[in-house]
């Protein structure tokens, strides 16, 4: 199994909605990343998981709840989240979180908040 | 801080035409090259990585890239273009993360 899954691939959700994004790969990869990226712009770093502990938070709003349960899963918690956060979110896999590591990419969830 | 520039943020070719997308880095340590590539509506897919092994690198695809650290330079080449090439493509840079360009939109006209 070379990928990495992502549900759900489209997603709508109120402002006061509370819902979850999921993550998951059998690759045996110790490094997880979660991305979001907006029409026509690049994907940008939200947060990196190394061995199932956050090691980086791009100050990404607290509306933006991370959690690594094992090390295939990943999971993004949404609650109270605004209109300018719909975007693409992406889920990213390495062997571990060293420099010459490329990353597997998630289809990604396409999320608008209404 | 580590970054890097793709110049032009769309390029168009002949179908059969050479591809050449640009990208410059700037980094104080030897760089990790990466460049990607996002069809519509999809996550994006790596091409190939450039990790000091060797200055040519070989993807997937027919692409290829040359390591230039005079020019601080990786572009991406490929010499025919076919029209399923048609799709994002984006270079990185990774330090203690994967940054990215922003980003070059290949066209391929018949």
């Known amino acids: 199994d070379t990928e990495v899954t992502q549900t759900p691939k489209h997603l709508v959700m109120g402002m006061t909605n509370k819902k979850s994004l999921k993550c998951e790969q059998h690759?045996?990869?110790?490094?997880m990343y979660w991305y979001k990226q907006k029409a026509k712009k690049p994907p940008e770093l939200m947060f990196v998981y190394s061995y199932e502990k956050l090691s980086i938070n791009e100050s990404v709003p607290s509306r933006f709840s991370p959690e690594c349960p094992n090390s295939s899963l990943l999971n993004l918690h949404l609650h109270a989240l605004q209109p300018e956060d719909s975007a693409l979110y992406l889920c990213?896999?390495?062997?571990?979180?060293?420099?010459?590591?490329?990353?597997?990419f998630g289809s990604g969830t396409r999320l608008t908040v209404v | 801080a580590q970054s890097v520039t793709q110049l032009g943020s769309h390029v168009s070719v002949s179908e059969g035409a050479l591809v050449l997308l640009r990208c410059n880095y700037s980094s104080s340590v030897p760089p990790y090259l990466f460049w990607y590539v996002q069809y519509p509506n999809q996550g994006l897919q790596l091409l190939l990585k450039y990790t000091s092994a060797a200055t040519l690198v070989k993807g997937i695809n027919g692409f290829e890239a040359e390591f230039k650290k005079s020019e601080t330079s990786f572009h991406l080449t490929k010499p025919s273009a076919h029209m399923s090439d048609a799709a994002e493509y984006f270079c990185?840079?990774?330090?203690?993360?994967?940054?990215f360009g922003t980003g070059t939109r290949l066209q391929v006209f018949p």
């Open positions: 990213a896999s390495s062997q571990g979180a060293a420099t010459n590591y490329g990353y597997t």
């Open positions: 990185a840079v990774k330090g203690d993360k994967l940054i």
């Open positions: 690759m045996g990869h110790r490094a």
